[in-house]
């Protein structure tokens, strides 16, 4: 699991990509600059863990692209020890994303393979999230709720009410929703029954599906 110079390097034209693409937070760019992407992925992708990018990791699955984890990433405004739910564990690369902003993480993985996969890459990485779940994302983690930031990685066709739910007065959902092309979606709670919604550009995600196992 070697982290050469060379990686670094590319990590930071990385990261200037992301800035020449509108992000901004420090924080967030850091993570960029700091995260081996290169490990998150299959070998024979290596030569390319740096482009701007998703790549397949099995199951039908896709490691998202660096612009589509940082945007994401900086609409939760995430502060230290935010409590943050991720529906679409993935690769981890989002998730490492995450701790590296330093929430505290629980993540939802609804294939198998990549639950046990990508369990075993984070111990052996050692990155901590609070939970790591097999489980359905459509249905949250209601017994940790409420969630200073509820992230998902995947296309919803519609926004979950129980994720929804789940969030803290004053929290953020940032969530694609749409069938083929999504539209990136962040939701605010402004009080029990009050939500602010905004919209921001196209992206394309796998779907999120329900109950597939």
């Known amino acids: 699991m070697n982290d050469t110079l ?34 998150f992925i299959d070998s024979s992708f290596e030569g390319h863990a740096y482009q701007d990018k ?9 490691i998202s692209q660096p612009y589509t984890v940082a945007f994401q990433t900086e609409l939760l405004e995430l502060k230290a020890g935010h409590k943050v739910l991720e529906i679409g564990t993935g690769s981890g690369y989002q998730t490492a994303a995450l701790l590296h902003l330093k929430a505290s993480v629980y993540t939802i993985e609804r294939q198998r393979e990549l639950f046990k996969k990508t369990n075993i890459f984070f ?17 949250g983690l209601p017994e940790e709720a409420p969630f200073d930031g509820i992230i998902v990685t995947a ?4 926004v979950p009410k129980a994720l929804m739910s789940q969030l803290k007065v004053g929290g953020r959902l940032v969530i694609p929703v749409g069938m083929n092309d999504q539209i990136m979606t962040l939701y605010i709670r402004k009080s029990s029954t009050e939500f602010e919604k905004t919209e921001y ?12 196992n």
């Open 6 to 39: 060379k990686h670094r390097g590319l990590r930071n034209k990385l990261a200037d990509i992301l800035i020449d693409k509108g992000i901004v937070s420090t924080k967030v760019l850091n993570a960029i600059r700091t995260i081996p992407r290169h490990l």
């Open 54 to 62: 998703a790549f397949p990791i099995g199951a039908e699955q896709t």
């Open 123 to 139: 111990k052996k990485m050692g990155y901590r999230p609070k939970k790591v779940i097999f489980g359905d994302g459509y249905k």
């Open 155 to 158: 296309g919803a066709p519609e």
């Open 201 to 212: 550009g196209s992206f394309r995600f796998v779907p999120l599906l329900e109950n597939k």
